[in-house]
């Protein structure tokens, strides 16, 4: 008889995210925050880690507007660092594609996208 195989750190973040947590993954020793789920730790390949809920608040590190062909719309993809620690891609809602901003301050928030749920931001303090 084998034992029960644990399910990885990709399926736990999934199962975390249709729970309505967003979750980010914490090295033990150094404090290094990092995304997406993997085994261990980059660069040290440490595999003392833990999860920790995401902070509230990002920052937008860069941006590209993607310009499909219309009737499509533009849209923004966005890197964001997290306060605290961890970055992690996706997109500003709320917002022209083209108002988005380096440095702009951002909420995460889980949305649905092809059924899946998925993480988006949204600008804070911005009118």
Known sequence: MTAPVEPG???HWRAALQEGRILLQRARGSGTV??????????????DWEWVEAPALATV??????????????????IVDFDGGGRMMGRVDNIAAD?????MQ???RIV??????AIAFEPVGQA
Request: aromatic share 8%; glycine share 6%.
């Open 112 to 117: 649905t996208i092809a059924d899946e749920p």
């Open 61 to 78: 590190y860069a941006l590209t507007i993607v310009h499909p062909r219309p009737p499509k719309e533009p849209y923004n993809v966005v």
């Open 9 to 11: 750190p990709e399926a």
């Open 106 to 108: 951002v909420a995460p």
């Open 99 to 103: 108002a988005v901003r380096i440095g």
């Open 34 to 47: 990092f995304f997406p789920p993997r085994l261990a730790e980059p660069g040290t390949g440490d595999t």
